[in-house]
């Protein structure tokens, strides 16, 4: 029995409620009119921007062909003058119009009933932007004005999610665009040009990490903090063949060991307690780009068997789940420590550290090309002077002698943070060594009290602020004295000899 129009536009309004999927929204009112109305062979009709004809969106009761046959231009038939006029029209009897051109002939073989074809616009504003319309049962003289003023209604509903639509639409393009663009600005930003050097042992550097990135090779970047390798892997990935494709970055000393293999490889809903809700984790976001694993080597040994099952086999479990995840993922990895010792120590897996060791990229320490700090100096002044709204030249010839001298245990990041400092201290147009921290302005004024002493008495004092500078950095006398070339019993010798206190 049908329902009462209100009822109707209730359930009109639920349908619209429920989905923002256009499509199934129209198809939803289409079914409420036919089974509510009993409207049959419901029809919305949209124009097509790009050829301002007419073209069946959904309806009801016609197939994939009937739908792909009903095309018209505007003011050609009922439906076509509908539109152009933006008025409803209403015929009685569909067999006796002859406007009516059927061109679905979805109607060929209902010659034992005959039906009324009732039409009304779809308006957003004042604009028309198509037209609904249904069959009803013919009623001979009986008025349809309460049809119409039903579909009309519903029409104007219909019109409001073709405009939300269209919103979306524009929304996702706008999103759309703006990737494309951001995706192009990252490409400019940490493309290899934009890596500041002119030192030899640079140069030798870069051009591995040029060529090693348009392969698919694991790539694993060694050197101290500060050398700049994230700004090297960003590089290697914007070149490289998936620079389109998602650029993933794992800080793995940043995490605590229990939340790191959920941030890898993702998460269950009630996994553990307090996951409500399933999350993809950084492997599969990266799918089919880059995952960058900063400071590897202080991954867990338990994380470590797990990160090498997804580098062998490119598959992975979430946490609490037991679906298996394929994934296309390329590798890069970083870390200031000694891995090669780790292994013999028993710290690090040995069949891991071959699987990320295929392309080895060693960033040499700022101290080995001090030809560089001036180039960096320069770029440092201008990024931050543009920050800062500053009108800063550069540094006086006292203030670089500084920065050449000094050993830079931060490297390029240090050197960073000294010319930020500096270009907000500096009054003037040029940044003289008051604007620079005092222990570095400290150690080159003893550069130059050890002028006039002895041959012996210079060495020494070098040789022990060597000494007690790759202690401060590199922490254990192994890795202090392979940075110093010497053996650790030599190593030994020497802060007995100069009283150094570890």
Known sequence: MPQTFVETLIEVSAALAASLDLEKTLNSILKVLADSLEMQRGTITLVDPATNDLRIEVASGLTREEKERGRYKIGEGITGRVVATGQAMVIPDIEAEPLFLNRTQARR????????????????????????????????????????????????????????????????????????????????????????????????????????????????????????????????????????????????AALPENLLESELFGYERGAFTGAMERR????????????????????????????????????????????????????????????EAMVKEGKFREDLYYRINVFPIILPPLRERKEDIPLLVDYFIDKYT?????????????????????????????????????????????????????????????????????????????????????????????LAARSLGLTERMLGYKIVKYKIID
């Open 109 to 252: 073989n209902l010659k034992e009933r005959k039906f009324a074809f009732l039409c009304v616009p779809i308006k957003v504003g004042n604009k028309v932007i198509g037209a609904l319309s249904v069959d009803r049962l013919f009623k001979g003289t009986v008025s349809y004005e309460e049809d119409i003023r039903v579909l009309t209604i519903i029409a104007a509903m219909v019109g409001q999610a073709v405009k939300l639509r269209e919103l979306a639409e524009k929304d996702k393009e706008i999103v759309v665009s703006e990737n494309i663009k951001l995706k192009r600005e990252l490409k400019g930003k940490y493309k290899f040009g934009n890596i500041i050097y002119g030192s030899s042992v640079m140069e030798a550097v870069m051009a591995g990490a040029v060529q090693v990135a348009d392969s698919a090779a694991t790539v694993l970047l060694g050197g101290e903090s500060g050398t700049g390798k994230e700004l090297v892997a960003s590089a290697i990935h914007y070149a490289s063949p998936r620079h389109e494709k998602p650029f993933i970055k794992v800080a793995c």
């Open 280 to 339: 993809s984790g950084r492997f599969e976001l990266a799918n089919g780009g880059t995952i960058f694993l900063d400071e590897i080597g202080d991954l867990s040994v338990a994380t470590q068997v797990k990160l090498l099952r997804v580098l062998q086999e490119r598959e992975f479990e979430r946490l609490g789940g037991s679906q298996t995840i394929k994934i296309d993922v390329r590798v890069i990895c970083a870390t200031h420590r000694d891995l």
């Open 386 to 478: 543009r920050i800062n709204k500053r009108k800063i030249k550069g540094v006086n010839r006292a203030a670089l002698d500084h920065l050449m001298a000094y050993g830079f245990p931060g490297n390029v990041r240090e050197l960073e943070n000294i010319i930020e400092r500096a270009a907000v201290l500096c009054q003037k147009e040029i940044i003289t060594p008051k604007e620079l921290p005092a222990n570095l302005t400290a150690h080159k004024e003893f550069d130059l009290n050890i002028q006039g002493a002895s041959l012996p008495d210079v060495v020494a004092s070098l040789e022990k602020q060597k000494i007690e500078e790759a202690l401060k950095r590199f922490k254990t006398q192994r």
